[in-house]
């Protein structure tokens, strides 16, 4: 129902800035939270930085003061600045989206709520 696509990893030096984006397609009739998680090796995915529909923002203290999220509500995108990257930043970055979804099957409509993930785009900070 909803497909979110990840833009913008890559190799970068260490000091060096990245944006990622993420892009939001289906039967939305509303986003609420976006977010990044990454996933290191062997480990589970963590929570990069958030944001509500209103703007509220949320960090990892690992990334605070380094890295900003952003959206744009109406083109349902989220954004991901990330600069003074560091090779510890290294690993795969998720997008997440919490959304409201309205689908139509043989003229009943049911409006559903769930997490949507994508696909994992890689960041590699060379040091």
């Known amino acids: 129902q909803v497909q979110l696509v990840e833009s913008g990893g890559g190799l970068v030096q260490a000091g060096g800035s990245l944006r990622l984006s993420c892009a939001a397609f289906g039967s939305i009739l509303k986003i609420n939270a976006m977010g990044w998680y990454r996933q290191f090796p062997g480990k589970q995915r963590d929570l990069v930085a958030d944001i509500t529909s209103s703007g509220l923002t949320n960090y990892a203290d690992s990334v605070k003061g380094r890295f900003t999220i952003f959206r744009d509500n109406a083109k349902n995108t989220a954004h991901l600045q990330m600069n003074t990257l560091k090779a510890a930043d290294t690993t795969v970055y998720y997008c997440?989206?919490?959304?409201?979804?309205?689908?139509?099957?043989?003229?009943?409509?049911?409006?559903?709520?769930?997490?949507?993930w994508g696909q994992g785009t890689q960041v590699t900070v060379s040091s």
């Open positions: 997440i989206a919490d959304v409201k979804t309205r689908t139509i099957d043989h003229s009943i409509s049911t409006v559903s709520r769930n997490d949507y």
